[in-house]
Structures are given as C-alpha cells and as structure tokens.
C-alpha cells in the first residue's frame, strides 16, 4: 500500500475512524453523510476558486468552515476530495440528461446545454476533469473510465437512432 501523507497507515485509526486499504471508512449516519456533502460541496467551490495545483486542504476546510480532522475523517487527501467532487458533478450531468426515448439529436442538444450550464456554474471542476493531472492516476483512470462510459452510451443512442444492431459497442 502506498503511504498517503498526513493520514497514516491504512487500517489504522484516522480522526477516531478506522479507515480500509481504499482509505476512510464511509459515513454511517445522516449526520456523517451530510457532513461528507459539506466537504465536497466546498472542494467543488474552492477549486473554482485556485484551481487543482493550488487548492490545499486549508482552503477546503476553510471553505467549509470544519476542522481538519473532519477532512481526514472522509478524505485520505486533496486528491480524493477532488474526485468525489468530480463524481458529484459527472453524476449531476448523468441525472440532467433526458430519459431513453428522446430522439438522438435533442439528447445530444441536452448534452451541450448541460455542459455549458456545467461549465458557467463549475469552471474549474469542469477545468479540472478536462485537463486532469497526469501524474494523478486516480484522475487517469477516473477520467478514462468517465469518458469511455459516456462514449459507449453515445454510441449506443447513435446505433438506436440509426437503427443499428449494438454489437460493435
């Protein structure tokens, strides 16, 4: 396992919760959820503010007004903090996008229109999605695994409307 800096060993007590190989253990009450949230709304607002390389976890923390131990207690850093961020909005784009049945070209219209209000709400989350730091694999493999997830139901609403068998996808 790789050292995580300022969290300690994984297995080990972070903050009073014991965290698992993949890092803090998942809140278990509304509370600890709603608290998570919180942080992740805030690293959403802070990185528009600075932007990936500068953010820090002070100005996450100070953006949410917590302490740093309640980061610590969800996060194992700022680069976690940054891809549930990244996952709130990528599932925000997914949940804005019309039902099946729509005919392709007016998903493909709700499509961009999601993505410019994306990207006029979000710019640096945005910013950060697209222009990923490739010496983060987490960013790598999250922005791989994104992209081709969106690539195959595109293509897959492509063959629907071309009335194409969907055996190439």
Known sequence: TEAVEGV???????????TTAAGPAAPKTPKGRRRKEALVSATARALNRHGYRD???????????????????YFRGKTDA?????????????????AGDHDFFDHQAAAHRNLVR????????LGCYYSF???????VAFFHDETMRFNREH?????DALALPDTAI
């Open 8 to 18: 300690g060993d994984p297995g080990k007590a972070v903050g009073g919760v014991a």
């Open 55 to 73: 953010l820090s976890i002070a100005d996450i923390v100070e953006e949410a007004n917590a302490p740093i131990g309640l980061f610590y207690r």
């Open 82 to 98: 940054v891809l549930e961020a990244l996952r709130a909005i990528v599932n925000e784009f997914r949940d804005t996008m019309p």
């Open 118 to 125: 994306l990207y006029a709400e979000a710019p640096g989350l």
């Open 133 to 139: 730091d490739y010496s983060e694999k987490a960013f």
């Open 155 to 159: 293509a897959r609403r492509a063959l």
